[in-house]
């Protein structure tokens, strides 16, 4: 069993990371370019190549026509990136935890956790600093009341 | 002469024109105010925020208003005591900009209207809100019986109040839930919370009472004509269950 992590995005602009990025430059958050995923770190018992093929046969979280996934390269935020999860209703401070993604099962995997991923970058495409990144999360992407953000 | 009421109207509100009907129904002078004329929302008296999907909901339900030049308005109408109240899209909005319950600062959250449990459902639906503070408590209820129940509709996906055990305590001591769900005959029990709504809250309010922000929409059982219950005869134009507390509001703005 390996912990995986997979990135979906939109190929089509992406008008509410558009949104997000005018709202925190008029917040005086320094970025250049935001972009947004969903991502899963799920438990997979498959072939780790076959893992982005299984997924996409997921028509609730995937449409081909529009998104694009990834099976990314480390299962933790990547520099200048955040992933904002809701704290359960029921408590306590881990997202949950579905035996599903989207409601289908996918072969293979378990412990799926989604994730809203916000990854900020300057304006010659490398990842913001810290403070600009806890600047964003703070003033605008992550709810404390409701949500917890992993970078 | 009455106090003006501006209806705010965010790029993506939809309950506009209900809401600015029933509170000249109510005896309100209420006009819309797009979000193009934020600038001229200085010159009113109060405030209200319809239902809808304002900036339709991106990043959260609420965010992205929150930060909206008009809110800059709303924030400072509030500071100063202007009466202001949020319906559905517009409660979240005023969760979003700290304004309800208001226990931290502005535009920093500490309670939100989010995902309906068990399931994040879209729930559409007659409830009752019943007032579950002395009607004192708040000026915008002030004019409603003790234990008053509103017939109103629920319409969201978001509108179960959440926030972590340290702010919820602070709404319990501060008495910041303002309606909880109930039956129609005003009994308070899980089964009339129809989304797991913590503390059974439909409405929170915040210290000073004059900001109240509440899922259900009463205007939209406004006038006999949408009331279910109604009778055989009744004039079906006549103000019903939900406009008592749209009048109660207009006569703590004229108050």
Not at chain 1, 23 to 28: E, F, N, W
Not at chain 1, 29 to 41: A, D, G, P, Y
Not at chain 2, 31 to 58: I, K
Not at chain 2, 146 to 157: D, K
């Amino acid at each position: 069993m390996s912990e995986r992590a997979i990135a979906i995005r939109l190929k089509i602009p992406d008008n509410e990371a558009y949104t997000a990025l005018t709202a925190l430059r008029a917040l005086d958050v320094q970025v250049e370019r935001l972009e947004r995923s969903e991502v899963w770190l799920v438990e997979d018992t498959g072939d780790a190549a076959t893992l982005a093929a299984r997924v996409e046969t997921n028509e609730a979280i995937f449409n081909p026509n529009k998104h694009r996934l990834a099976v990314l390269d480390a299962t933790a935020p990547r520099s200048g990136e955040a992933w904002v999860y809701e704290l359960p209703a029921t408590g306590g401070a881990d997202p949950i935890a579905r035996p599903t993604m989207g409601g289908k099962t996918i072969p293979g995997v378990s412990n799926a956790r989604r994730y809203i991923g916000w990854r900020l970058l300057d304006g010659s495409g490398a990842p913001v600093a810290r403070r600009a990144l806890e600047s964003a999360l703070e003033r605008l992407l992550c709810n404390p009341a409701i949500e917890k953000a992993l970078y | 002469m009455s106090a003006r009421i501006a209806v705010l109207v965010f790029p993506g509100t939809n309950s506009e024109d209900e809401t600015q009907r029933l509170l000249r129904d109510c005896g309100g002078d209420a006009e819309l105010v797009h979000w193009s004329r934020a600038d001229s929302l200085a010159g009113y008296d109060a405030y209200v925020l319809p239902g809808g999907f304002a900036h339709e909901d991106r990043v959260r339900a609420g965010a992205i208003a929150a930060h909206d030049r008009m809110m800059d308005y709303v924030i400072e109408g509030a500071a100063k005591g202007k009466m202001v109240l949020g319906v559905c899209n517009g409660a979240q909005i005023l969760l979003e900009a700290g304004l309800a319950p208001g226990t931290g600062s502005a535009r920093r959250p500490t309670a939100a209207f989010t995902f309906n449990g068990p399931q994040p459902h879209f729930i559409c639906r007659l409830v009752y809100a019943k007032l579950a503070v002395d009607p004192s408590r708040s000026p915008i209820t002030a004019a409603l019986p003790p234990g008053a129940v509103i017939p109103a509709y629920t319409a969201n996906v978001q509108g179960r109040l959440a926030a972590t055990p340290e702010h919820m305590r602070e709404i319990v001591e501060g008495s910041h839930v303002a309606f909880v769900y109930a039956r129609a005959d005003g009994t308070v029990d899980a089964s009339a919370v129809p989304n797991e709504s913590a503390l059974g809250a439909a409405a929170l309010t915040n210290k000073a009472g004059n900001v109240l922000a509440i899922m259900p929409h009463p205007e939209r059982d406004g006038w006999n004509f949408n009331h279910p219950q109604r009778q055989t005869g009744d004039d079906i134009l006549a103000p019903s269950g939900g406009a008592v507390l749209f009048s109660s509001f207009v006569e703590a703005v004229n108050r």
